[in-house]
């Protein structure tokens, strides 16, 4: 026998439907409770004394696409309690079925929450429409605020990072719960102060994952002083080998003469290499004057002072960063090289025709970048080879000395294997970086002292000294199996809430927003937001 259908399904559990009425778009239900007794929200004392009746409008779920409309029938009583001081209360609902003063469902409020986070503002307020649900943007939003978990749980294990709300202007801090893998608080800024306000309130942290920045490390120094603090490591290894690449760039002056490049002809060189080797000259000069009121013990600023340069510039021409003839960039001729070669060693000597047999194979540069290639191409057979060398950038450098040779053309090579041969100090600074990164590779924190003895002595000095600094940090990242990977992967995650929100949406709702999105995979919030 089939089941008999009761108008009561359609509503919430709970009420009972006394009639229905419609017109061209809605539905309109009179509802009432089923139960004979109300408990007074102040006591609790049950009661059956009714005192009168009124009608509360609340929304529902669209049915068959009409708009549901409920009319819920409310009684009033009267409370019996001698010590209560409400007399006459009215009968309150279940708050997953109606809340109180609540204008919709319970079922309907979580799916226009869950259109909320999946749309936002405006495409989900189009979308409600079509749906049957009459929600404004700005409805939503405030859906979203209202709704937002609140974290109860006490927290172990954090990880902490910075985000840009405006790149190079404003940045924020994220902290992440690494064990439940959610985000737990936004910060305004990246102050310490804030971040140690924040952590002070938040005392049962004890490890803490952060990146090499001094100011996170402080401020968990200062307010959990009985936490671990473990260094990322990524950070890590990306520090080491940036590391070598300073010692590489420091070293470039002795590289050329190794290599017999220190001087160049300028006649010898094409437009756009003049251009930079006259810069390079001017550049030699202002950096001479530098170094030498760097050696009467004038100070950074006053140099930057007189000089009219930055401090940022004195302190690069110090640490012999700005030793770089040629701005190597990675040119839009380097996949067509060994057709170009075959083209000029079958007899083509034309830039412009070669240029349009270049297009014909899919090449999208200019004319004057071939003209430039042929041009050095043509006066290396008139000239000597040797006296159109060119040295590599120190990072182009750097990733050869790093480079198993079976990967590295001939001239390559020969390159390395002279500047190894000239310059012991850069292989031993190489073989020191790569210690560094197999201890961290293996977790063998025995290492890290003997290492840290090694590395003073060589070109990576001063990475080391920050390693030394950072030393109890680095142990916990060698020993645990924390790291700040997945607060980076937060972070990225609400890099795309922003972008999505076009870049409006204030903290208050990427806070109520980012721990959903980011917990559930494949969600995002799509379309125009309001902050």
């Not at 302190?315 to 000029?344: H, I, M, N």
Request: charged share 30%.
């Amino acid at each position: 026998m089939r089941p008999r259908f009761r108008s009561s399904s359609l509503v919430p559990a709970g009420f009972v439907v006394d009639h229905l009425d419609s017109d061209a778009d809605r539905v309109g239900l009179v509802v009432r409770s089923g139960a004979a007794v109300a408990a007074c929200p102040d006591c609790g004392t049950p009661s059956r004394r009714l005192q009168s009746r009124y009608r509360r409008r609340a929304a529902d779920l669209p049915l068959g696409g009409w708009r549901v409309e409920l009319r819920v029938v409310v009684r009033r009583f009267w409370c019996g309690a001698a010590a209560c001081k409400r007399k006459i209360f009215a009968e309150r609902f279940p708050d997953d079925v109606l809340p109180a003063f609540a204008r919709r469902t319970s079922r309907l409020e979580q799916i226009v929450h869950h259109l909320g986070l999946a749309l936002g503002g405006r495409p989900g307020a189009s979308l409600a429409q079509r749906l049957r649900l009459p929600v404004s943007r700005d409805t939503l939003l405030r859906v979203i605020r209202r709704r937002a978990t609140t974290r109860s749980d006490p927290l172990g294990v954090i990880g902490i990072d910075d985000f840009a709300w405006r790149r190079n202007h404003r940045y924020g801090t994220l902290v992440c719960d690494l064990e439940r893998r959610r985000i737990v608080a936004l910060l305004p800024d990246r102050e310490q102060a804030t971040a140690q306000t924040w952590l002070k309130e938040n005392a049962s942290i004890q490890i803490v994952a952060r990146d090499r920045g001094g100011g996170y490390g402080e401020a968990i120094a200062r307010a959990l002083p009985q936490a671990i603090q473990v260094a990322d490591r990524w950070h890590l290894m990306e520090n080491a080998s940036r590391g070598f690449v300073d010692a590489v760039r420091r070293s470039m002056r002795q590289v050329r003469e190794i290599i017999s490049a220190a001087v160049l002809d300028p006649a010898l060189l094409t437009a756009a290499e003049r251009i930079q080797y006259e810069g390079y000259q001017r550049r030699e000069e202002a950096d001479a004057a530098i170094r030498a009121l760097a050696e009467a013990g004038v100070p950074i600023r006053r140099i930057g002072q007189r000089l009219g340069h930055s401090r940022k510039v004195v302190r690069a021409v110090l640490r012999g960063e700005r030793t770089d003839v040629f701005r190597v960039r990675q040119s839009s001729l380097e996949a067509y090289l060994p057709w170009l070669d075959a083209q000029w060693d079958a007899g083509s000597r034309n830039a412009t025709e070669i240029w349009r047999q270049a297009k014909l194979q899919g090449f999208r540069g200019s004319l004057r970048v071939v003209g430039e290639w042929a041009t050095r191409r043509r006066r290396a057979e008139q000239a000597n080879i040797e006296r159109l060398q060119r040295v590599p950038s120190a990072r182009t450098l750097a990733r050869w000395l790093t480079t198993g040779r079976d990967r590295l053309t001939k001239a390559e090579t020969l390159t390395v294997a002279t500047v190894e041969d000239g310059m012991p100090a850069l292989v031993e600074a190489r073989e020191v970086v790569g210690a560094f990164q197999t201890m961290v590779r293996a977790m063998e924190p025995g290492r890290l002292e003997g290492w840290l003895r090694r590395a003073e002595a060589s070109l990576v000095a001063s990475f080391a000294r920050g390693i030394g600094r950072d030393r109890s940090a680095v142990q916990a990242a060698i020993t645990l199996p924390w790291s700040n990977g997945q607060t980076e992967g937060q972070i990225t995650k609400l890099k795309l809430v922003k972008r999505q929100m076009y870049g409006r949406g204030k903290i208050d709702l990427l806070q109520a927003v980012a721990p959903s999105v980011c917990e559930t995979p494949g969600r995002s919030l799509r379309g125009e937001s309001r902050g």
